[in-house]
């Protein structure tokens, strides 16, 4: 059992919680039992795994999975899972996975109906619940901007709670180009911003067909030549007196109109 928090392979997988380092591995961390049930489904992605044994034994079922999948369970002390962790009160796990990304022309080949674009988003955990959200919704994939927060910052990793390893996933995309290359896959692009029609107005043919929803940045939105360049720009409704709608809630409505229309 690894017990020494200072140990060199323990700082090694701490690094990890570093977008340098996770740059220079092509690894990443996936902290808790939820992401490494969804993990196992994959486990050739799984390249090494810590937990307690009062984990392990809490979770039988689990780490029976892993290793009739050919994956060794490290033991550690608490100390050094907290070491290797990103968060201050562990679940007791923590695996060190490969990258999991696609380039653009991969997503485009599928024929997408339903993508999930993030502008400039820089709050990890609206990240992470968009693309959970987009998961749950059946979309066909989510595209990172290159602008936009790591997708493997530990924190969006957790938020999105396994969905991670559910649909094909794009960084570093520049925004104007991947929104001409969908536009020219036959793809209509959405901007959902305020000031635009409203998503309740639009015929339900419109919304069947093959979109993109294109979601900025929650304290300033998007950039002129990024509204300028989608198909159109598109708000939802406020029946109550709240300002305005988090991020990730908004991009659950328009994604879930989407999908509702396009399975009607």
């Excluded at 990443?28 to 489904?41: D, P, T």
């Excluded at 938020?159 to 793809?187: C, N, R, W, Y």
Aim: aromatic fraction near 6%.
């Amino acid at each position: 059992m690894l017990i020494d928090p200072k140990s060199s392979l323990v700082k090694g997988v701490a690094r990890l919680s570093k977008k340098d380092a996770r740059s220079q591995t092509g690894l990443f961390l996936l902290e808790g039992l939820q992401g490494l049930k969804e993990a196992l489904r994959f486990p050739k992605l799984i390249v090494e795994l810590y937990a307690t044994p009062e984990c392990v034994e809490r979770n039988p079922e689990l780490f029976e999975r892993a290793r009739g999948s050919r994956i060794d369970v490290t033991l550690v002390s608490d100390r050094v899972l907290e070491q290797m962790c990103d968060t201050t009160t562990p679940q007791g796990v923590v695996a060190v996975c490969e990258q999991v990304d696609v380039v653009l022309e991969e997503v485009l080949r599928l024929k997408p109906k339903l993508v999930a674009v993030l502008s400039q988003v820089r709050d990890p955990g609206n990240a992470g619940t968009v693309l959970r959200a987009a998961d749950a919704a059946g979309a066909d994939a989510v595209i990172f901007s290159d602008n936009s927060v790591d997708l493997y910052n530990p924190k969006v990793v957790r938020s999105t709670t396994g969905s991670i390893f559910h649909l094909p996933i794009v960084i570093g995309a520049e925004i104007g180009d991947t929104i001409a290359k969908l536009q020219q896959a036959g793809i209509q692009v959405f901007a959902a911003d305020g000031g635009g029609s409203l998503i309740t107005e639009l015929p339900a043919g419109t919304l069947a067909k093959p979109t993109a929803w294109v979601f900025g940045n929650e304290a300033w939105g998007f950039e002129p030549e990024t509204l300028a360049a989608v198909d159109t720009v598109v708000g939802l409704p406020l029946y109550g007196p709240a300002e305005s709608l988090n991020l990730a809630t908004a991009a659950s409505v328009c994604l879930y109109q989407s999908a509702f229309a396009q399975r009607a």
